[in-house]
C-alpha cells in the first residue's frame, strides 16, 4: 500500500528565506506527482506536476525534484513571501491520487 | 476558464435529509473522482469515474452514492447522511492519461447535525 509523508509538518520561517519541504512515497511505481498548495478552508491549487520520466519541474519561485529510485521529491521555494503562507500538499498519483498530510508554512513578514 | 465547479460550497443539514453535492467540470476531462478531508485523516478518495457510466469505490465509499450520466457532471448523493460525514468534500478530474495532473474544485464544507 502506498505511503505518503511530509516532513517537516509544520514551518516557520522570516520571510526572504528559500525553503525546502519533503515529500517520500513506498512505492515508486507512481504515474507523477502532483504539488498542491491549500490556504485554510479552501481548495487545492495545483502548483507543479512532476511526470514519473520528469527529474524536475520549475514555476517561478517553485522548483520541485522527483527521485523515483529513492522515494523522494522536493519543493524548494525561493526568497519566500507572507503570501506563500499555506498547507503545502504532496500527492503521487497511481490510478488515484495518495496524499501526505501536508506541510503547514508560515513566512512571518 | 477551464475549471471544476462545485455546488453548494457550504451546507449544513439535519441528519437523515438526503442531499447531493454537485460537480461539473468544463474541461472534457474523462476521469472524475471525490475526496473528503478530515483533520488528522487528510485527504481521502471516496468514489472515481473513468469515463461516463463507470464508476467505481475509492477508500471510503460507505454512506456515499455518485452517478456520472454525462461527461462533464459527476453528484455526489448522501441518502441518508449521518454527523460523521460532516466533513470538507472535493470534486477533481483529469483527463484519461496518466501524464496530466488533477484539477480541483473549491470545495463544500459539509455539517450534518
Known amino acids: 500500500k502506498q505511503e505518503v509523508t511530509q516532513i517537516p509538518a509544520a514551518l516557520s520561517v522570516p520571510e526572504g528565506e528559500n525553503l525546502v519541504l519533503n515529500c517520500s512515497f513506498t512505492d515508486s511505481a507512481i504515474y507523477n506527482l502532483q504539488w498542491f498548495r491549500q490556504d485554510p478552508g479552501k481548495g487545492l491549487t495545483s502548483l507543479l506536476l512532476i511526470q514519473s520520466s520528469q527529474r524536475e519541474q520549475t514555476s517561478g519561485r517553485l522548483n520541485a525534484s522527483l527521485d523515483k529510485s529513492s522515494g523522494r521529491s522536493t519543493l524548494y521555494i525561493a526568497a519566500s513571501q507572507p503570501g506563500d503562507s499555506a498547507t503545502y500538499l504532496c500527492?503521487?498519483?497511481?490510478?488515484?491520487?495518495?496524499f501526505g498530510a501536508g506541510t503547514i508554512l508560515r513566512v512571518k513578514s | 476558464e477551464a475549471q471544476v465547479t462545485q455546488n453548494p460550497r457550504y451546507l449544513i443539514t439535519v441528519t437523515g435529509k438526503k442531499l447531493t453535492v454537485t460537480c461539473s467540470q468544463n474541461?472534457?476531462?474523462?476521469?472524475m473522482s471525490w475526496y473528503r478531508q478530515d483533520p488528522g485523516l487528510g485527504l481521502r478518495q471516496i468514489y472515481y469515474s473513468m469515463n461516463v457510466e463507470v464508476t467505481d469505490k475509492g477508500d471510503v465509499p460507505e454512506g456515499y452514492k455518485v452517478s456520472r450520466k454525462e461527461k462533464r457532471n459527476f453528484p455526489l448523493i448522501l441518502e441518508s447522511p449521518s454527523p460523521n460525514q460532516t466533513s470538507l468534500y472535493f470534486c477533481a478530474s483529469r483527463p484519461s492519461q496518466a501524464n496530466y495532473g488533477y484539477t480541483f474544485g473549491s470545495g463544500t464544507r459539509l455539517t450534518v447535525v
Open positions: 474541461m472534457n476531462h474523462e476521469y
Open positions: 500527492a503521487v498519483i497511481l490510478n488515484k491520487l495518495v
